[in-house]
């Protein structure tokens, strides 16, 4: 059974950057697509970027594009969420999440889809002066 455990949550600035980690048990992530997703009080979750075990090029959602950038150390074990310029609206519980999958053509072409079998228990992110 794969576990997922987020680290790196924080208060920071708005301008600032945090890099969020993942570290995974249970199993290897090899073969899994693995993926951001955040969840803001009153909002619906959504995907933030994702990224298969094939060599696809990962998905952003328009919000984040260009400020955030995901990772994987399969020698770790670990995924990783780079995000920079951060901004308000960027406040969130952020969630790493795991499907076994091989490409984005699982899913109907590159995107977070709600339905990842596995889910870390989240960290608070908070963008504020």
């Known amino acids: 059974q794969l576990q997922l455990v987020e680290s790196g949550g924080g208060l920071v600035q708005p301008g600032g950057s945090l890099r969020l980690s993942c570290a995974a048990s249970?199993?290897?992530?090899?073969?899994?697509?693995i993926g951001w997703f955040r969840q803001a009080p009153g909002k619906e979750r959504e995907g933030v970027s994702c990224?298969?075990?094939?060599?696809?090029?990962?998905y952003y959602a328009d919000s984040v594009k260009g400020r955030f950038t995901i990772s994987r150390d399969n020698a770790k074990n670990t995924v990783y969420l780079q995000m920079n310029s951060l901004k308000p609206e960027d406040t969130a519980v952020y969630y790493c999440?795991?499907?076994?999958?091989?490409?984005?053509?699982?899913?109907?072409?590159?995107?977070?889809?709600?339905?990842?079998?596995?889910w870390g228990q989240g960290t608070q992110v908070t963008v504020s002066s």
């Open positions: 999440a795991a499907d076994f999958s091989m490409g984005f053509s699982d899913y109907g072409g590159p995107r977070c889809p709600l339905t990842y079998d596995y």
């Open positions: 249970g199993s290897t992530l090899d073969y899994y697509a």
């Open positions: 990224m298969t075990s094939s060599d696809d090029l990962p």
